[in-house]
């Protein structure tokens, strides 16, 4: 498949990750870090943002698609995925069933409002043979960057991931793109990486701020 954004070894497939993964070879990627949709649609409380001066995408894409986030990946997408990918790392695990293993990452967001999650949950395939590690990234200092896309998780934790799972030469694979923090993390890393995003003004998004990414690191 051809991919419709590409810069050094980072490739950025517009497409359903299914159509996908049905091409790519058992075993062909070391690690797939995802963040599928959790099936609990929480987002769909998102107000439009009529404000002509900033361009708030997703808040305004959940009104025309409140369908987002409901449905959970099916059997045959974890399949797939297993297939494809000698580990996995998978946010939101906790909302879904997968196989056992000891291995888990908590995120503590630090969060300071008391009606939010104080963290997230990732499941670890026993394959990587890491124990349990928690991360701290502040989610206030996130939320003050531009959001693209309303499960957009930060940069830094990403690299965080890459430093403690993945080793140099790894190929890297994530499924639900969404902002594409994962490819700029890999970016800046050098990891070989693809990428799927269905929706293409998240797609599109997302490579905007790839590319004004580069330029900031290059500078840098």
Request: a neutral charge.
């Amino acid at each position: 498949m051809i991919p419709d954004f590409e810069l050094d070894k980072v490739r950025l497939f517009n497409c359903d990750c299914m159509a996908f993964m049905a091409e790519i070879p058992d075993n062909h990627y070391d690690l797939a870090i995802v963040d599928p949709p959790y099936g609990i649609g929480r987002f769909k409380i998102c107000k439009p943002n009529n404000n002509s001066d900033t361009k708030d995408v997703f808040a305004n894409k959940f009104l025309k698609n409140d369908s987002f986030n409901n449905n959970k990946p099916t059997k045959e997408y974890w399949n797939e995925l297993f297939r494809i990918s000698k580990n996995q790392i998978i946010w939101g695990a906790n909302n879904f069933t997968l196989p056992e293993s000891e291995y888990f990452i908590i995120w503590d967001k630090k969060q300071m409002m008391p009606n939010f999650a104080r963290c997230e949950y990732a499941w670890v395939s026993m394959g990587l043979k890491k124990p349990a590690k928690i991360c701290e990234f502040s989610i206030n200092k996130h939320n003050k960057t531009k959001k693209i896309h309303p499960t957009q998780k930060p940069i830094q934790l990403y690299k965080w991931l890459l430093t403690n799972y993945a080793n140099s030469g790894d190929k890297i694979f994530d499924s639900h793109g969404g902002s594409f923090s994962s490819a700029c993390a890999c970016l800046d890393m050098g990891f070989e990486f693809d990428g799927c995003e269905l929706d293409k003004d998240y797609f599109d998004s997302a490579v905007e701020r790839i590319r004004n990414h580069s330029q900031l690191y290059l500078d840098i």
